[in-house]
């Protein structure tokens, strides 16, 4: 299975700033590389990117995503951007329950498994993000917690839960420079894949990504574990160099 490195922007970039990111991927990226490329970036970034992708033509080799999706197909849900806008703009992913949206935004478990759903509808992968509190990993609850998570997605996506991505993604470890080590982050991603193949006889299609401060010097280590199949990556997304290292990381 090849590889998965998307890049999670935030709520980064400016037209200037963006531009000069993109350009420096473009002239660094080994024509088609080993592993699949992702960039998550602001709404209002969508259409740039898209237009510097027809400019660039290196820049094929990198796929669309959103960092969000509408629960909603369409309606009166002012300042909410539904699946087939982002399909519109030739998304090809779309992040779902990002622990700063279950955070910040109280976005539920039920939530998230309908916007994966909503994604899944149009044809966009969900990246499904899951993850404990490092209250939780110190209660011994890190995997009843990832396990409920995932569960509310495959209840409400059975049929197709073999086309999503997911990301684990302790909270913990976002942002602030911590990184769970590698073996803690592998007897995670061996739940989930359990979890998954469970569920579902597809299983070995579904990639699991990585997303706690994953970055130039953890990356290679981080990616040879058996079952991390990729990574989620947050600022070091927003540093040509360092995203381009830990793509040339996965595709080893």
């Known amino acids: 299975m090849k590889k998965l490195i998307a890049g999670n922007w935030k709520m ?3 037209l200037a700033a963006n531009e000069a990111l993109l350009q420096a991927l473009a002239a660094g990226l080994p024509g088609q590389p080993a592993c699949a490329v992702a960039v998550c970036v602001p709404a209002p970034y969508l259409a740039q990117f898209q237009a510097l992708a027809k400019a660039l033509p ?9 960092q969000d999706v509408s629960a909603k197909a369409s309606g009166a849900y002012t300042g909410e ?3 087939s806008m982002l399909k519109d703009f030739g998304c090809r992913y779309a992040i779902v329950g990002h622990s700063e949206r279950r955070q910040y935004h109280f976005e539920t478990d039920a939530l998230v498994a309908e916007k994966a759903q909503q994604a899944l509808a149009v044809g966009i992968t969900p990246i499904v993000c899951v993850g404990e509190t490092l209250a939780e990993r110190e209660a011994g609850q890190t995997e009843s917690v990832v396990k409920r998570q995932l569960a509310a997605v495959i209840h409400a996506n059975g049929h197709c839960i073999s086309e999503i991505v997911v990301a684990y993604e302790p909270v913990w470890a976002i942002g602030t420079g911590r990184t769970a080590t590698p073996e803690q982050a592998q007897a995670v991603h061996a739940v989930l894949r359990a979890q998954l193949k469970a569920a579902t ?25 058996p079952d991390i199949d990729g990574g989620l990556i947050g600022g070091a997304s927003l540093k040509a160099p360092d995203f381009l290292t830990i793509i040339a990381a996965a595709a080893v």
Do not use: E, H, P
């Open 81 to 83: 951007v539904s699946a």
């Open 58 to 66: 290196a820049l094929a080799a990198i796929d669309l995503g959103a």
């Open 201 to 225: 006889d597809q299983s070995a299609r579904v990639k699991i990504l990585y997303g706690g401060s994953m970055n130039a010097a953890n990356a290679a280590t981080l990616l040879s574990q």
């Open 12 to 14: 980064n970039g400016s």
